[in-house]
């Protein structure tokens, strides 16, 4: 079974970058198509990016489309999440996950993932 840790997060201010990790550990022999979810205070889960197992094909939600960028370090192990000019509205809980039984290239539905990190806060101050 994989296993996903988040690291990465804090608190900010407005305009700042901050990089997120995942290290996937477990399983590792195969590549996985790899997503980034987020979810503020009393709002549903939302999709940020997804990262294709290949690593050739990204996918992001509208909301942070040319701020953030997914990509991977295969000899690591860890996909990251690097966040620039960050907003206010960019609060979260930032989750990562894995979707190892799946063929898909991307996927922006959280129920297309079975494997989930337990999330790192990123708090941006205004």
């Known amino acids: 079974q994989v296993q996903l840790l988040e690291s990465g997060g804090g608190l900010v201010q407005a305009e700042a970058s901050l990089r997120l990790s995942c290290a996937i550990s477990?399983?590792?022999?195969?590549?996985?198509?790899m997503g980034w979810f987020r979810q503020a205070p009393g709002k549903e889960r939302e999709f940020v990016a997804c990262l294709s197992r290949s690593g050739q094909t990204t996918y992001y939600a509208d909301s942070v489309k040319d701020r953030f960028t997914i990509s991977r370090d295969n000899a690591k192990n860890t996909v990251y999440l690097l966040m620039n000019t960050l907003k206010p509205e960019d609060t979260a809980v930032y989750y990562c996950?894995?979707?190892?039984?799946?063929?898909?290239?991307?996927?922006?539905?959280?129920?297309?993932?079975?494997?989930w990190g337990q999330g790192t806060q990123v708090t941006v101050a205004s």
């Open positions: 477990g399983p590792t022999s195969s590549r996985y198509l």
């Open positions: 996950a894995a979707a190892t039984r799946s063929s898909r290239t991307i996927n922006m539905y959280a129920y297309g993932y079975d494997s």
